[in-house]
């Protein structure tokens, strides 16, 4: 199994523009997470989808950021307008949940700089 | 005023050693922990979890000790080598029948000298 796969790996953008990170689950996983980690605060959680349905988004920051998850083996992750604060690592994982929290497998990250 | 980030505490082993990471849980009622580690420029990697129903589980080389009591969780590695080198987090699974969130710690830097 290739895993979790993200593109793009490293993003380099200006403030204002529209961002969108990609996530493909591993096959059969029915969750997926999408995570921010910055040096400030650690690993966040910002949303997750079971069955492509969004779950809870409590996490996301503001309107800015939106997740959609159209088919089980491809998600999004949008921020719009994007700031420079939104520099960060951004992971997505995906669990095969088994009669409780599975363990999640996270991909190698997609490294956000907003200048 | 100037920003902080985290401070990772740090642990520092000879290679060889055996080396044992702690973590405290926020939640008595979590009934699921699993321990990850992150090299440089990766993803977390799973590494070994543990339900709420055991005080000990093994794998290869690492141990994962969980007393509920004092809601704290460690991580021993036997014969720590170079490739150990990481940073080292705990994740509980808050209890609920709809949530499977994982709620990570902030993480042990775990540093393997020669």
């Known amino acids: 199994d290739a895993g979790v796969i993200q593109s793009p790996r490293h993003e380099v953008t200006e403030m204002g523009q529209e961002v969108t990170l990609r996530c493909k689950p591993i096959s059969g996983h029915d969750y997926l997470f999408w995570y921010r980690q910055t040096m400030m605060r650690g690993l966040e959680l910002l949303i997750y989808f079971n069955n492509n349905v969004p779950i809870d988004d409590s996490g996301m920051p503001e309107d800015r950021f939106s997740a959609k998850m159209p088919n089980a083996s491809f998600s999004t992750l949008k921020i719009q307008p994007s700031e420079p604060r939104d520099s960060a690592v951004y992971f997505c994982?995906?669990?095969?949940?088994?009669?409780?929290?599975?363990?999640?497998?996270f991909g190698p990250g997609t490294r956000l700089t907003v200048l | 005023g100037e920003s902080v980030g985290l401070h990772l505490p740090t642990l520092s082993v000879q290679e060889g050693d055996n080396s044992i990471i702690n973590c405290a849980y926020s939640n008595s009622a979590s009934d699921y922990f699993i321990w990850y580690k992150q090299e440089s420029g990766k993803g977390p990697q799973f590494i070994i979890d543990i339900r709420s129903n055991m005080d000990k589980r093994q794998g290869q080389r690492v141990t994962v000790l969980l007393n509920k009591t004092v809601k704290h969780l460690s991580l021993q590695i036997a014969a720590t080598q170079p490739g150990d080198s990481a940073v080292y987090f705990c994740?509980?699974?808050?209890?609920?029948?709809?949530?499977?969130?994982?709620?990570f710690g902030t993480g042990t830097r775990l540093q393997v000298f020669p």
């Open positions: 994740a509980e699974n808050p209890p609920s029948y709809n949530t499977d969130k994982l709620i």
């Open positions: 994982a995906s669990s095969l949940r088994r009669g409780g929290a599975g363990t999640q497998y």
